[in-house]
């Protein structure tokens, strides 16, 4: 059976909960990271047994002979170390979101296409096998044809910071339903109400200090549709509720013949009705999946191991995408699609209207706003 070598370049809280994913895949060995706080390294190190830390990512590409780098830092180093891996035809296993611009992501994409080597994102998600029954449902008819999801963000976080946070996993979740987008339509408020400005326009850290670094964000509460190529609507709300709530977190798929509501951002709470139409009084069905609610122990899985659970099968298809010469099933062209989505809800709040996929000029539509105004 063949090994892969592995590293991971930033070794806090994340780059803990890769490591500790790989080191339970019998086909994958761990054996170098990278980070430049001493501190964390040496706590990281001692934690995992790995021996080779470096302070130089580049160096560590070069020296270890790896298969697959893992990049769980925060979003404004995603595209260097991508494209430094890339060029040296090692797999990529990057934290989302993708990267901070469009420009980045095309070129981290486009790296990884030219040197032929596989490229995925963090979108954990992906890897619920309730994505896969929901998805044969569909296939089988169950609720009839899809004309409508419904999204919710979880709140605790005001919409600009979500969109780069959580957001960004609700956005690859409908598309994992929904496929390709035609256009985005997005309103954007503050708290008090008034729609949000150019003077709104913020640093992920200046909203809230312990929110990672996202770069540029706006808006407090949010409402956007999406339009896809299919023909299916998506609306998704960004309320900005004072406290989170995992359990509201998630995606209703209306159909003509019945819907199901898909809940919470790793575990999956899943329910469906059947019927063309629903009044609340109406009760829903629950739908459990033992081969991912139960361990092999027999026990429920509690957070912890449901989140461990999904780490796990997104490495391992990964692994089997190289083996097998196919594009991971949270592909980087999946990452970079998500966030223009991402960038399209600013950009047509500031058109107050609708704005077509793909989206041009690809820089920052914020930055782009902030020079205009400026000029």
């Not at 990452?335 to 991402?342: A, P, Q």
Request: glycine fraction near 8%.
């Amino acid at each position: 059976m063949r090994k892969y070598r592995i590293a991971i370049i930033g070794l806090g809280g994340m780059g803990g909960h890769h490591a500790a994913a790989a080191k339970l895949e019998t086909n994958c060995k761990l054996v170098a990271g990278a980070e430049i706080n001493p501190t964390r390294a040496q706590a990281w190190s001692q934690r995992f047994g790995v021996k080779a830390v470096y302070d130089d990512y580049e160096k560590m590409l070069d020296e270890q002979n790896l298969d697959i780098v893992i990049i769980p830092t925060q979003a404004p180093m995603h595209h260097p170390p991508t494209i430094a891996a890339a060029k040296r035809g090692i797999h990529v296993f990057c934290e989302k979101p993708i990267a901070l611009n469009l420009i980045q992501a095309d070129e981290m994409v486009e790296a990884c296409n030219r040197n032929r080597v596989k490229f995925a994102i963090n979108h954990i998600k992906r890897a619920s096998l309730y994505n896969q029954h929901v998805l044969s449902l569909i296939d089988k008819g169950e609720i009839g044809d899809v004309v409508l999801m419904k999204a919710t963000d979880k709140g605790g976080r005001k919409a600009g910071n979500s969109l780069m946070e959580m957001g960004t996993h609700l956005y690859d979740w409908i598309r994992l339903f929904g496929g390709d987008v035609e256009w985005t339509h997005a309103h954007l408020v503050q708290l008090d109400g008034r729609e949000a400005t150019v003077e709104d326009i913020k640093r992920t850290q200046e909203v809230h200090p312990h929110d990672r670094d996202s770069g540029l964000v706006l808006g407090e509460r949010g409402n956007v549709s999406f339009r896809f190529k299919n023909g299916i609507h998506a609306d998704v709300q960004f309320l900005a509720q004072p406290q989170t709530n995992d359990n509201a977190y998630g995606i209703d798929i209306i159909g003509t013949e019945g819907r199901i509501a898909i809940r919470e951002s790793v575990g999956t709470t899943m329910f469906i009705h059947r019927g063309q139409h629903q009044t609340p009084a109406q009760p829903w069905e629950p739908v459990h999946l033992p081969d991912e609610d139960i361990d092999e122990k027999g026990n429920q899985r509690d957070g912890g191991s449901r989140r461990m659970f999904l780490q796990r099968l997104m490495l391992r298809d990964l692994t089997q995408a190289i083996t097998e010469d196919r594009d991971p099933f949270a592909s980087g062209k999946d990452g970079r699609d998500c966030l223009e989505m991402i960038h399209a809800t600013w950009e047509s709040h500031r058109q107050k209207g609708r704005v077509y996929m793909p989206l041009a000029p690809r820089e920052h539509p914020l930055e782009r706003w902030k020079k205009d105004h400026q000029n």
